[in-house]
């Protein structure tokens, strides 16, 4: 009678959810409550439009890597169910990290590679650098100096002479900053 | 399964009982009741199968057929009980509703609905104080591990924090709101050390580093969990429970205490309420319609001017009895006079009934069709409104030139605008079209705010029609509202109307504890700019060191 059908998780889903991700269980209903509102035709599942609905989301100028990276690395045919979704953002959860959890720095660092990495090679060639710097920059700096700020940061942090930024590479680049602390988010209860 | 014979049980029951020929109002209204409460139940009982797409899509076509049936046994049920009153089979009820338009005429009040809601607050907090232990002692179960002694302790003294002081679960909100007021405190200062910030930022450029990215997903993984602008298009979160299903999100068999009273409540809405709220409504829409038929055929003049405010009162105070409405006025001094504009915050299309409770409106809108439209149209042969065709919205020339016409002439109301453009869940106000502001007089801001414990005033469009939102409306507890008058405010020589807008939008925010917010309240429907893409591509290039 005037409130809309909603699907809504058992004792037992969120006990598995817990435990697959280890957020609380305020945490996974809130973050489920979340899901449904971005959710707006009740599929089931997000796909790339019902994100990019988010104004603050899409005026994020990595807006269409960050999608690309959720709905295609961690959905599967360009949708995003709740469980793809809670283990997703269990990676960024504050908190002890313990031997397999999906929190580890680890994640969060594989996490930031696929955000240059698109051809799933393991390898940041020159055209990946370059196209995340034409996102970050927009149409304020002019080709020629963004191929020579790749070309300089390539050859900067190429240590074996292949001209690619491998993963063990960038995780060393990425020692200096915190990454834990600078990717963990906050969760409401 | 359990539930699946039930339901069967109740169809066989329900398809029996209207083959009888008796159609007595008796069985239609257990057989209805029956059907309703299976309905709450089985949408609340139902497990998500997520791996599975076509049991899901099953059990929605059942939810849906189930409901449907029960929707239309529970129109059969209103319809006999309006029928019953309108032929006064029921004396005493028919002598309430005449007293209760009687009392609305008149503007008094028997203090009735405040003890009403009095009483109902005391339950909410009984009902959310079972649930809360009931919660606590599930955790608990489930907690032992990830928690210490010390963090349970913190989490139960929060708990009680928060019943005492408000009932708003936000505490982003809250962070907001300290923000704002500090920031209009330091103003001045922080101008200063800004521009300090830019000289020396400028002068380190950086080399382009691989954990550039950082900032920016970190910003946008945030944005996906909680962001300010679609959170504002969908119900709040309340921290006391209220009994109205409708309200909390996750609703379930908790304790057999709370979901009696739920019971209780769900049949004192919808079968006593309701047929009460729906019975005075049609009287108040036909009193509009013979009203301002017979208002509209005297002269012009000071006499219908005269008829005709107090006629508007009367519709308003009667309509707003229909929905419960409890208004509390303050600063009646800062009223609206003639040949002005009041501008408010938008919530639901209540808002017009609850102002016009108090003061007379010249409204001004689109021509909608069907039921509005009539009322549109009927308003307008008694009074001047300005309605505009869609096809003349995008002339906001003209649209402003017959405001301007309006406003000059000094005996007109004054004109009633939510420069929202649309409905905000009334947790903020967001950014103000600045259409009526160019025009040249004064401007009476007026903060409306719904207490959001006794029924969710926000009409989600794109998710209930107006008819289902009235609906709504009539089947909440009541409806209490603040309205703030604000003292009246004219643009500055040199502001140009956009500045003006803002200056109001902060008055009226910071008077009803809303969040000031930029965002266009068109983003409801329509994707942002890219402007503020670009403006942060534009910052980061400056911080970048080219060779």
């Known amino acids: ?189 | 399964m359990y539930l699946e014979n039930l339901k069967i049980v109740s169809k066989t029951l329900s398809f029996w009982t209207t083959s009888c020929s008796s159609f007595n109002t008796r069985n239609l209204f257990f057989v209805s009741m029956a059907n309703l409460m299976l309905n709450k139940l089985s949408t609340t009982l139902t497990t998500s199968n997520q791996d599975d797409d076509n049991d899901t899509n099953n059990n929605l076509n059942e939810i849906n057929s189930s409901r449907l049936l029960a929707n239309t046994f529970f129109a059969i049920f209103i319809s006999n009980k309006i029928l019953s009153y309108f032929f006064v089979l029921n004396l005493k009820l028919s002598i309430l509703a005449a007293l209760v338009i009687g009392l609305a005429s008149v503007g008094a009040s028997f203090g009735l609905r405040k003890m009403y809601v009095k009483a109902l607050l005391k339950i909410f907090e009984y009902a959310t104080n079972i649930k809360q232990e009931k919660l606590k002692d599930y955790e608990e179960l489930i907690d032992n591990e990830l928690e210490t002694q010390m963090e349970r302790h913190e989490k139960i003294k929060k708990m009680q924090r928060l019943r005492l002081d408000t009932f708003r679960l936000d505490s982003a909100d809250k962070q907001l709101l300290d923000d704002s007021d500090k920031q209009n405190n330091n103003y001045i200062r922080d101008e200063k050390e800004i521009s300090n910030k830019q000289r020396t930022l400028s002068d380190m450029k950086r080399d382009f580093q691989l954990d550039d990215i950082t900032d920016f997903v970190h910003q946008g993984l945030q944005s996906i969990i909680d962001d300010q602008v679609t959170k504002r298009f969908t119900t709040e979160e309340l921290t006391v429970w209220n009994l109205l299903s409708r309200n909390d999100q996750q609703y379930e068999y908790i304790s057999f205490r709370v979901t009696i009273l739920w019971l209780f409540g769900f049949i004192l809405r919808y079968c006593v309420l309701f047929p009460f709220r729906l019975v005075l409504f049609i009287f108040a829409c036909s009193f509009t319609f013979l009203s301002t038929f017979l208002i509209g055929r005297i002269r012009e003049g000071k006499f219908k001017c005269w008829l005709n405010w107090y006629a508007t009162l009367i519709l308003h105070r009667i309509l707003s009895r229909v929905f419960s409405a409890i208004i509390t006025f303050h600063n009646r001094e800062h009223k609206a006079k003639c040949g002005s504009i009041c501008v408010a915050n938008h919530t639901s299309p209540i808002d017009v009934i609850i102002l016009s409770t108090d003061n007379c409106y010249s409204m001004i809108g689109q021509q909608h069709g069907g039921f509005t439209g009539m009322m549109q149209k009927a308003f307008s042969r008694s009074a001047r409104h300005i309605w505009f065709d869609r096809s003349e919205t995008k002339d906001r020339t003209l649209v402003a030139k017959r405001m301007d016409e309006h406003v000059k002439d000094k005996s007109n109301m004054p004109i009633l605008i939510f420069p929202e453009g649309t409905c905000i869940n009334n947790t903020s106000v967001m950014m103000f079209k600045k259409g009526c502001f160019e025009i040249d007089t004064v401007i009476y801001p007026v903060a409306i705010k719904y207490d959001p414990r006794f029924g969710d005033a926000f009409w989600n469009s794109s998710k209930h029609t107006m008819l289902q939102y009235l609906m709504l409306m009539m089947t909440s507890w009541a409806i209490v509202v603040d309205v703030y008058y604000l003292p009246p405010m004219t643009k500055y020589p040199l502001e140009d109307a956009a500045s003006f807008a803002k200056r109001v939008k902060q008055v009226i925010a910071k008077k009803g504890g809303f969040v000031d917010l930029e965002w266009d309240g068109m983003l409801k429907r329509a994707s942002p700019k890219l402007d503020l893409m670009y403006e942060q591509q534009e910052n980061y290039s400056k911080h970048l060191k080219i060779n």
Request: with cysteine.
């Open chain 1, 1 to 189: 009678m005037g409130s809309s059908s909603s699907i809504l998780l058992t004792k037992e889903e969120i006990q598995n959810i817990a435990n697959d991700t280890g957020f609380a269980p305020n945490q996974i209903k809130r973050l489920y409550n979340r899901f449904t509102t971005l959710d707006k035709d009740t599929k089931g599942y997000l796909d790339r439009q019902d994100l990019l609905k988010i104004p603050e989301l899409h005026v994020n100028p990595l807006c269409e890597r960050i999608i690309e990276v959720l709905v295609d690395d961690h959905g599967r045919d360009g949708k995003l169910n709740f469980k793809q979704f809670a283990a997703v953002f269990s990676t960024f959860r504050r908190g002890k990290v313990e031997q397999n959890d999906l929190n580890s720095k680890q994640n969060k660092l594989k996490f930031l590679f696929g955000i240059y990495d698109r051809d799933k090679d393991n390898k940041i060639n020159k055209s990946e650098l370059l196209s995340i710097l034409k996102m970050l920059v927009g149409s304020n700096i002019p080709e020629d100096q963004m191929n020579s700020i790749a070309e300089r940061t390539i050859t900067e942090l190429d240590e074996n002479g292949d001209l690619v930024i491998t993963f063990e590479e960038f995780c060393e680049t990425l020692q200096k900053i915190d990454v834990d602390e600078k990717m963990s988010m906050k969760f409401l209860t």
